[in-house]
């Protein structure tokens, strides 16, 4: 897989996608990461990359010309993502989907927006993290991409790493986990968890996930019902 990153701040991105999964994911040639200096397709001493707003209000706009030329430039395969406050929100099916494409590119946005043509005319869709701003499209890029990568056969030691998170399967959260020591100032770990007993651990962690989707995430919930009822239901 390929993704490519097109940012005005490349820097932010070399440590971060070196390390832990993302880093061993490229050393193993499971993904390139291309990050791309948006202000090498400026054609001015100061390598401008935003202007006023049209019609006047607070702020600066990032041009249009640099996006499109660096798309040019690129020629990319596969989707094309615009990092975006307006955008719909990115969710764990979106990292699935994304996770079988052979290339992806990720457009960072900054200051207070980006040219809409940017959007109609060149990315194929607008992502959101959630109902907040960042300062630039560069956390939200970042989010994706270690969302993705993790999802690609061999990034991680195993696939039940990865089924076992929230999200994956079915609507719900992970249940708690716990490690050594079993007991620590007093805090001991669930029983059942030191019984030995699968079956039983299984219906623990079940039922923990359950209790803990009902209670913060709702939403979530409703969505498991719905499947629970029918297994068709997206």
């Known amino acids: 897989m390929q993704i490519n990153i097109i940012t005005i701040f490349p820097g932010f991105f070399r440590e971060p996608l070196a390390l832990s999964i993302p880093g061993r994911a490229q050393e193993k040639g499971l993904v390139g990461v291309r990050v791309v200096d948006l202000r090498d397709y400026t054609h001015d001493r100061h390598r401008t990359v935003d202007d006023y707003p049209f019609g006047g209000g607070p702020g600066m706009v990032m041009k249009p010309e640099p996006f499109f030329e660096a798309i040019d430039d690129l020629k990319p395969a596969g989707p094309i993502l615009l990092m975006s406050a307006r955008g719909r929100r990115f969710t764990h099916d979106d990292a699935v989907r994304l996770a079988v494409e052979r290339e992806i590119t990720l457009l ?35 989010a994706v991409a270690d969302a993705v990568i993790r999802l690609l056969p061999g990034a991680l030691g195993t696939h039940e790493a990865a089924s076992s998170d929230s999200f994956y399967d079915e609507a719900l959260l992970s249940p708690p986990s716990y490690t050594r020591p079993a007991s620590y100032r007093g805090l001991d770990v669930p029983p059942v968890l030191l019984s030995g007993h699968a079956a039983k ?4 962690r079940r039922a923990e996930a359950e209790r803990l989707t009902r209670e913060r ?7 498991h019902v719905r499947q629970m009822e029918d297994p068709a239901t997206d």
């Open 108 to 142: 960072c946005g900054h200051y207070k927006d980006v040219d809409q043509r940017v959007a109609d005319h060149l990315a194929t869709e607008e992502i959101s993290l959630g109902d907040f701003v960042l300062s630039g499209g560069e956390i939200a890029a970042l």
């Open 201 to 204: 651990i299984a219906a623990w």
């Open 217 to 223: 995430r709702p939403d979530l919930w409703e969505r």
